[in-house]
């Protein structure tokens, strides 16, 4: 999986940015900032911690799916399928993330691993911007060298972090340290797209779908991505996936989160084969939003723990 770009020249607006960057007033203390990769909706806690999200897009073709709420995944899956070249994705302008920015004066940003895009480097330009107009907030960006419950969880412990109280620098090197100790597998039952995009030879992509190939991988300390082990069959696969996670640290009483693309019945499989083994705190299961389904491909899934 390639990197993808953020086209500053394309993506910021100089008349959004300016009108941002005039708004002086809080709308809360505290907003968590991520990027659509992580497969959550934009909300907001009874103690008024914002969660705003900004919207990766996709690219087919002519075609631009934003991932928003409204996106039809299904829809653009199916476009993703007859069109014969690649694919891509864009970042969230730097804009989107100013505007986010300047809603609060205290803000902490999550954003897909920047092995794979643009966006930590955009976000990372709006919170300059934002801090030479009012060097009076306080900004946060975290790479979170991952996508999907991965950062939900790095968002869940930053939350808890604010309750508790913490002076901002104290959060922030708290929540790099947690954001370290999570752990991302995933595996993949489609090479449609891997193969239209050149990340991996024609001829591999059709042995792997007729031996019934079911790679497991993970995103290393880096960001990025590293085959682990290339089980044949779905049983074979899901067994590998929980001797992995079992192997990278103890499962009891931790937090699981599965993220997949229009596979849940492979998931619940997964969800049992991990409570029988372990006594976990609990395990979360999310489709997959626009991005991670892009990346994921159908049939494909992403544990984060």
């Known amino acids: 999986m390639g990197r993808t770009i953020c086209d500053y020249s394309r993506a910021i607006t100089i ?14 203390d505290w907003n968590i900032v991520l990027d659509s990769s992580c497969n959550l909706l934009e909300s907001s806690s009874n103690e008024g911690i914002g969660r705003l999200i ?45 505007e986010h920015f300047k809603q609060a004066k205290n803000t902490i940003c999550i954003t897909i691993t920047s092995a794979l895009s643009g966006t930590y480097e955009a976000a990372l330009h709006a919170k300059a911007l934002v801090l030479k107009e009012d060097p009076a907030r306080n900004i946060h960006v975290l790479d979170s060298r991952a996508a999907g419950g991965k950062m939900v969880l790095i968002a869940d412990e930053a939350e808890r972090l604010i309750h508790s109280g913490l002076a901002f620098s104290d959060l922030v090197e708290a929540v790099e340290e947690y954001a ?31 031996l019934r190939i079911r790679p497991v991988a993970e995103a290393t300390e880096e960001g990025t991505i590293e085959v682990l082990d290339r089980p044949r069959g779905e049983a074979a696969m899901l067994r590998k996936i929980v001797e992995r996670m ?16 229009n596979c849940l019945e492979v998931v619940l499989k997964l969800k049992e084969m991990l409570e029988s083994v372990a006594k976990v705190k609990d395990i979360l299961i999310t489709p997959t939003r626009g991005l991670c389904s892009y990346y994921t491909d159908e049939g494909g899934f992403i544990v984060s723990y």
């Open 15 to 28: 008349t959004t940015i300016v009108s941002a960057l005039r708004k002086k007033e809080f709308v809360v």
């Open 54 to 98: 900004a919207p990766l897009k996709i690219i087919v073709g002519t075609r631009e799916f934003p991932d928003t709420p409204d996106l039809d995944v299904a829809e653009m899956m199916d476009a993703m399928k007859k069109h014969k070249s690649a694919s891509s994705s864009a970042c969230p302008s730097v804009g989107e993330f100013v």
């Open 180 to 210: 370290k100790k999570i752990k991302l597998f995933f595996s993949l039952a489609s090479f449609d797209n891997l193969i239209k995009n050149g990340r991996m030879p024609k001829y591999q992509g059709m042995l792997g779908q007729i």
């Open 246 to 261: 079992q192997g990278f640290k103890s499962l009891e009483g931790v937090r699981i989160i599965i993220d997949h693309n």
